[in-house]
């Protein structure tokens, strides 16, 4: 299970860091990926560590979001800052590819960020 905490509203050039956690998986022997979902659009995958700890970002966050795993704690965060109005969505982290269990994906309740202009 994944469990996603963090989020709120933030102003246009504020920051903000979300927490992922794990109970039965093990985040160092797996990618895990932070996706978010806006309004009218489709999830994306925007950051994403590698099992090896390389990490990949999508354009539209490189340079402002990081993506980064605590072994120990078992969990992955995403800091973000310099955010932006369009960075306003719903986020989720999971696997990559994204966790599926009894033929279904699963995806946690995710939290909202709201950046205000």
């Known amino acids: 299970q994944l469990v996603e905490s963090g989020g709120g509203l933030v102003q246009a050039g504020g920051s903000m860091t979300l927490s992922c956690a794990a109970s039965?998986?093990?985040?160092?022997?797996?990618?895990v990926g932070w996706y978010r979902e806006a309004p009218g659009k489709e999830r994306e995958l925007i950051a994403r560590?590698?099992?090896?700890?390389?990490?990949i970002y999508a354009d539209s966050v490189k340079g402002r979001f990081g993506i980064f795993r605590d072994s120990a704690k078992n969990t992955v965060d995403l800091h973000m800052e310099n955010l932006k109005p369009e960075d306003t969505a719903r986020y989720y982290c999971?696997?990559?590819?994204?966790?599926?269990?009894?033929?279904?994906?699963?995806w946690g309740q995710g939290v909202q960020v709201t950046v205000s202009s």
């Open positions: 560590i590698t099992e090896d700890g390389y990490k």
């Open positions: 039965k998986i093990l985040l160092w022997r797996v990618d």
């Open positions: 999971n696997t990559v590819p994204a966790f599926v269990a009894a033929g279904a994906t699963y």
